[in-house]
């Protein structure tokens, strides 16, 4: 465990327990050299305790990463909370675990991740400060949307050498919480927006509202556009999606798009321009973490749209030394975090 957590650079690792409720809990704070670690609060079933903890450690590192690229005066770090297959009270497991933020000082900062709410980060407050995304601070998705849109336009002034998103094919993968927020920015962009969801009712309200073009699921990946944008799930890009995309660029929302560290260099190859998805998918964090410093709205969507330009530095950067622009990112990030 200690081994890992230096290869990670990884600072603490806190494990909680709550008799009570029945609470089984770690944070992980991966770095705070810019400031206090922010991240979000898993809760979801793991088979074992090694699997929890290595989930911790890789998405607190992330955060790390993304916060620093993303110009937040704000560390890394994560929280899982183990899922039992029997609980009694919900509100009180999460109230339990607003004791464990506190107990930290203001070290750490939880938002909402993979199962948890918004309602559940209320119930956090009663115990904390520390915490965002409670029902009062609001969504953080639309904001992510806006960033990607920003990222977009990056992608679009880099490869397609156009500043604007007028009549540029957009191929949409997702039409959820972030998704949909994106494809309405996008439609009254000018762009030329294509969509696939695997809930039929959803392209539904998308064709009805917006007046985008449905794809048939099993044609996502060969639909011939300018800009992929997954907005789903991660992990979707692997050599047999990677060989079937007719596209000059990728630049989407999700999470951890590349299913494998080749993805990237099989992206590079085709000569498709691969948008890091930790950076162009901020817009929630720096909403997140800015709101919850008092930050005025019309700042943070200043702050947001600056995604743009970290992106035109990264793909510049990209052009003029042959690297992927993941490697880049992971290189400006670790020159600000240990540089
Ligand atoms: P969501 O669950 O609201 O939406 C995901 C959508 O994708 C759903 O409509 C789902 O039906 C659809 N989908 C799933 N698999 C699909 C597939 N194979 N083909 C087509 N559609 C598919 O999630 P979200 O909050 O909109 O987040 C989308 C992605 O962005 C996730 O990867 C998430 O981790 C990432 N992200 C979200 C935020 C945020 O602020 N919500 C911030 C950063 C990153």
Known sequence: MFAT????K?????????????????IAIHNTRLGPALGGCRYQPYAGLD???????RLAKGMSYKAALAGLEQ??????ILRKPHLENRAA?????????ASLRGGYITAVDSGT???DMDCIAQETGFVTSTTKAGDPSPHTALGVLAGIRAAARA?????DLQGVRIMLQGLGNVGYSLAELLVSEGADLMVADIDPGKVRLAVDELGVHPIALGAIYEAPCDIFAPCGLGGILNAATIAQLRCAAVAGAANNQLASDDAA?????????????YVINAGGLLYVALTHRGVAPGEIAGRISQIGQRLDSIFDQSLAEGRSPGEIADRQAEAILYG
């Open 93 to 101: 497991l999460f109230e339990a675990f607003g004791r464990c933020i």
């Open 117 to 119: 709410s918004s309602e």
């Open 265 to 277: 260099d099989l992206l590079d190859s085709r000569g498709i321009l691969y948008t890091p998805d």
């Open 51 to 57: 699997e929890a903890v290595a989930d911790a450690m």
């Open 159 to 163: 490869r397609l050498k156009q500043d």
């Open 75 to 80: 560390g890394g770090g994560k929280a899982v």
């Open 10 to 26: 990884m600072q603490a690792l806190h494990f909680f327990a709550d008799e009570a409720t029945g609470l089984e809990a770690i």
């Open 5 to 8: 957590m230096r290869s990670d």
